[in-house]
């Protein structure tokens, strides 16, 4: 639509040889390259834009104005902002086959050849919305109104109110296909971050790199500069404003900062570990092979400079939706960065002095300024100077309080403010209103940090105050105003962030426009049933808001979460203090006293691509694999993932089940010996003069008196005194510990451990370090292990007598280093071969060869789980649900008697702790021996109780054994420990099976063959 067809001045458009004319062009305006043409399309229509454009630019250039539709009124909707907190211009963007997004925003989206844009929200088209029928019923769709109604006849619900809730429901169209893109993510590190590329994070940036310090510079924008690139008419140290900032960019380039465009800073987490998304190839007409769409940056920075500037507010007013309505600053940007005009005959509302400049610049460039209405009594006498020089009508004490229009604004009422009330409107002819109620400090990222906030009355907004980080604000974002201050505030911060004693840098600015203005709430207008919007994007009105309190709503929490304000995809960027400011007048309170909402991650709209980046198909979970796994995918394994790691679960012969391979395998262990794969189990070295009483302290059983050559079972508890993880320490020398965990606890533990070390005993003197991809470690169980290994071990004796069961010693094995453990996780004879990585595959082949010869097999962790079952022995995780205490695993003798003290130990002593009813590990034979239960199934008492029935616990592990010739299972039931013998039922959709309750271990009770 190009309805710009008002009387009145009419500016000089550019001319171009190969960019088709677009009538808001403005002649020898803007940073765009006016001779090269980019085509896309716009619902299907043609658009010409220039290099350069945003996708918004380029629509205002051919006078288009709507661009969407609004969530719950379908109300027309156009472009009110040139950012990122743009609420209204929301589009579908299609970059061809796959590469669908919905909810771009049309002000960051650079105008590409061959895009394909969609309006949004409109059906069957933005001119023609049948939903707009929703703004005729808006005296029935208020705030709250959906906790309201829906409520009868309730048969409705799921037939009717429902189905149309979610057929209405979201923005956009979810894309249905794969993502042919592909996302890199980096780690980096730097002395100084600074974020925003305006004029305080350029003086900043600046002045840490000349005092030597590593920085990167990030920003949204697809250029750096920030306000700059919309003030030409500035000079600073005698220079213009764009060669300033070209001069600026050079000098950094030299003195090797990382400049990064199109960078968007979205999370500010601890210790100065700051979340960028880098756009890399979005705006590119043909993208480089292999380059990645968008990367995400993990940034930890000694120092983070926040420069993120200032967002402007829109006055709250009648109409003030409407498509041709927007912000004074985005106006300018528009004319001096894009070279467009947003409308021929435009009027100005505002109580800003920098809405004065935004007309001035306007006027100068040809654009009709109907009228300056400004909220405010008294304005600096230069303004009004200016504003006569240029033959603009001046409305001081005026409010709009009403426009004109359909799909475009036509007209403005003012009226003269009288107090809370407004005198008799006039109606102003114009085809575009600016407005500006000031400007807002970006405080997101800040209050990320858990930065503490001060409310400032005199100007309306919240200032930064004091954050727990090393984080320092500068510029707009620290509520200074003017470029000449702005400058100072950054070179400020980049001084003090480098520590250096150089005096900051200082500019000498002129044609600096720094102003003043007065903050407002909801204006005064002539009906107050008028729609004056607060949050554009969820239709949320000032109505709205005074209804919430009116409706019991106190905490800016709760109102937010009633009427929705502040909950659009701009999280609220424009509304938030507008909203703030009216419910506080409704509360008769000050807004510091109302409250201020919580600002989350991200801090813009990301991309799921972005924060998952590679991790997707085949790559979407790491898949960890042994040394020896290319053997076993070799002889025929079947594999299942046991956390990260990719485990062979069995070694089918022929055209063996499962059931059938782990028979053959358990009974082949039992009677001669079985070979396996433990390489996953964590392993962590932990060194000192402290080791001992590091671990005594980590985990219950007692440490300080483990001889070295010897290992010990243990556990670990956490603070609540569950069970966390257990595995074998073994004493390697005085100061050394080789830890094992369980397959996917060692990163937990070895967190844990850090967490203590760090935190509560920084005296001890200890390292830790992860080894579990340095060992390989092959597992031989069975009467014959010793025989299998004995030829290959050199330089220790491994009998019975020299080398108990619990044993460890170094080695060398089959001309490798070795740590040989004498341990069993199976109940037979064990020895547990571990060698380096490196070395893996050969030792392995060579056991299995020895093996062979004595009729011994290789077995899967389907047969490791059997023969540990038949043995009692848990496995964390299965038998354990976090809610398992040692003594309700049968496993109090693992508990140091006389130690002083251990993680978890005070809580083991609580009254729950102690209760003879807990759940309690036991053994479950069913009556009929052919029965295998089903783990997770729930036991009951009484099968016959009615429903709800009493569940005393449930099944962990359940398997046939071949060694017993029947099933066998272990559960955890309420008071287990005392009810040997008894019968419980485990009720099944086939039928109820009874079961006797036993001890745990099934199997060698005596453990006579651990000894062999």
Not at 172 to 181: E, I, M, N, T, V
Not at 618 to 644: N, Q
Not at 699 to 723: E, H, Q, S, W
Not at 799 to 814: D, G, I, L, N, Q
């Amino acid at each position: 639509m190009t309805d710009a067809t008002l009387s009145g001045t009419s500016f000089e458009t550019a001319s171009y040889d190969h960019v088709a004319p677009a009538p808001f062009r403005v002649a020898g305006r803007g940073r765009i390259n006016d001779v090269r043409a980019v085509r896309f399309t716009f619902d299907g229509r043609e658009i010409v834009a220039a290099e350069g454009d945003t996708v918004a630019s380029a629509l205002l250039a051919h006078g288009i104005h709507l661009v969407g539709r609004s969530f719950k009124y379908h109300r027309p909707r156009g472009v009110v902002t040139a950012g990122s907190e743009e609420p209204n211009a929301l589009i579908n963007v299609s970059r061809g086959p796959g590469r669908a997004e919905p909810n771009t925003r049309a002000t960051m989206q650079e105008a590409v050849p061959g895009l394909k844009v969609e309006s949004q929200n409109r059906w069957p088209s933005l001119a023609f919305d049948v939903g707009a029928v929703n703004d005729r019923l808006s005296r029935v769709l208020g705030a709250g109104f959906y906790y309201k109604t829906f409520k009868w006849p309730r048969s409705f619900w799921d037939s009717v109110y429902e189905p149309v809730i979610r057929a209405a429901a979201g923005l956009g169209r979810a894309p249905a296909g794969d993502d042919p893109d592909h996302y890199a993510s980096r780690y980096a590190y730097c002395d100084v971050l600074v974020v925003g590329a305006g004029p305080a994070g350029i003086a900043a940036a600046l002045q840490a790199a000349l005092a030597g310090g590593r920085v990167i510079l990030a920003d949204e924008g697809s250029e750096p500069g920030g306000s700059l690139l919309s003030t030409p008419g500035a000079r600073i140290d005698g220079a213009p404003a764009w060669a300033f900032l070209r001069q600026s960019l050079a000098t950094l380039a030299e003195a090797g900062v990382r400049i990064l465009p199109r960078t968007t800073a979205i999370a500010y987490d601890h210790e100065n570990m700051v979340g960028l998304v880098e756009r890399v190839t979005d705006h590119l007409a043909v993208r480089p092979e292999g380059a990645p769409r968008e990367r995400l940056w993990r940034v930890r920075a000694t120092r983070v400079v926040l420069a993120q500037g200032a967002i402007e507010k829109p006055l709250v007013f009648d109409g003030n939706d409407r498509p041709g309505v927007m912000l004074a600053g985005a106006a300018q940007t528009y004319l001096n960065r894009y070279g467009v005009a947003v409308g021929r005959r435009v009027a100005i509302a505002t109580s800003h002095d920098s809405a004065w400049y935004a007309a001035f610049d306007l006027a100068d460039a040809g654009v009709e300024i109907a009228v300056i209405a400004d909220t405010r009594a008294e304005v600096a006498e230069d303004l009004r100077d200016a504003a006569s020089g240029r033959g603009i009508r001046i409305a001081l004490s005026s409010v709009p309080v009403a426009t004109q229009g359909a799909r475009r604004v036509k007209a403005v009422w003012i009226a003269e403010r009288r107090g809370s009330r407004v005198g008799e409107a006039n109606i102003v002819r114009c085809d575009a209103v600016l407005m500006s109620s000031g400007w807002t400090p970006a405080v997101s990222l800040f209050s990320h940090t858990k930065g503490k906030l001060a409310w400032d009355a005199a100007s309306g907004r919240f200032l930064p105050d004091t954050s727990p980080e090393a984080c320092l604000v500068a510029g707009a974002g620290k509520g200074v105003w003017g470029l000449a201050e702005a400058l100072s505030s950054g070179a400020d911060a980049g001084a003090s962030a480098t520590g250096t004693d150089a005096a900051p840098a200082r500019f000498a600015v002129t044609h600096d426009h720094a102003g003043t203005g007065a903050p407002e709430g909801a204006l005064p207008s002539d009906h107050y049933a008028r729609k004056a919007f607060v949050d554009f994007q969820n239709d949320v009105t000032a109505k709205d808001i005074r209804l919430a309190v009116k409706e019991g709503m106190r905490s800016i929490e709760h109102i937010k979460r009633y009427t929705t304000t502040g909950m659009a995809t701009d999280q609220g960027k424009l509304s938030n203090i507008n909203g703030l400011m009216i419910a506080a007048e409704a509360l008769g309170r000050t807004p510091p006293e109302v409250g201020l909402t919580t600002f989350r991650p991200p801090y813009t709209p990301t991309t799921f691509g972005a924060l998952a980046g590679p991790r997707r198909g085949a790559t979407f979970e790491v898949e960890r694999k042994t040394p020896i796994d290319p053997w076993a995918a070799a002889h025929g394994a079947v594999f299942e993932a046991v956390s990260l790691w990719r485990r062979a679960r069995y070694f089918p012969e022929g055209v063996e089940t499962m059931d059938e391979a782990v028979a053959r395998e358990c009974r082949k262990t039992r009677q001669t010996a079985g070979i396996f794969d433990a390489s996953t189990l964590g392993k962590i070295e932990v060194v000192g003069p402290d080791a001992a009483e590091f671990l005594n302290r980590m985990y219950t059983n007692p440490m300080l008196k483990l001889g070295v050559g010897k290992c010990r079972y243990a556990l670990m508890l956490g603070d609540d005194g569950f069970i966390r993880d257990d595995g074998i320490i073994a004493r390697i020398a005085e100061d050394r510990f080789h830890v094992t965990t369980t397959t996917g606890g060692a990163p937990r533990v070895l967190a844990t451990m850090e967490d203590y070390l760090q935190t509560e005993w920084p005296d001890l003197r200890v390292w830790l370090t992860s080894t579990t991809e340095e060992w390989a470690t092959i597992a031989v169980n069975g009467p014959k292990a010793r025989e299998i290994i004995a030829p290959y071990v050199t330089g220790l004796d491994i009998s019975a007598e020299a080398f108990p069961h619990m044993s460890v010693a170094a080695c060398t094995f089959a001309g490798v280093p070795c740590r040989l453990f004498r341990v069993s996780f199976t109940g037979e004879l064990g020895f547990e071969v571990n060698v380096g990585a490196a070395h893996a595959l050969e030792v392995w082949e060579r056991i299995v060869g020895s093996g062979r010869a004595h009729g011994a097999c290789v077995y899967g962790t389907e047969t490791m789980h059997v023969l540990r079952a038949e043995k009692g022995y848990i496995i964390v995780g299965q038998e354990t649900d976090g809610t398992v205490t040692p003594h309700d695993a049968g496993l109090s003798w693992a508990i140091g008697k006389t130690k002083a003290d251990f993680v978890g130990m005070r809580a083991l002593t609580r009254p729950d702790m102690l209760k003879d009813d807990r759940k309690q590990l036991v053994g479950l034979l069913t009556e009929d021996p052919d029965v295998v239960l089903e783990e997770g199934a729930q036991i009951v008492a009484d099968p016959a109780e009615p429903l709800p029935m009493t569940m005393l616990g449930h099944v962990t592990s359940s398997y046939r054994s071949a060694t017993l010739g029947r099933s066998i299972a272990l559960a955890v039931v309420s008071g287990g420990a005392a009810r040997t013998g008894e019968t419980l039922y485990v009720p099944m959709p086939g039928g109820t099976i009874a079961a006797t309750v036993t001890g745990t271990v099934f199997f060698d009770a005596e453990g006579a063959r651990l000894n062999g």
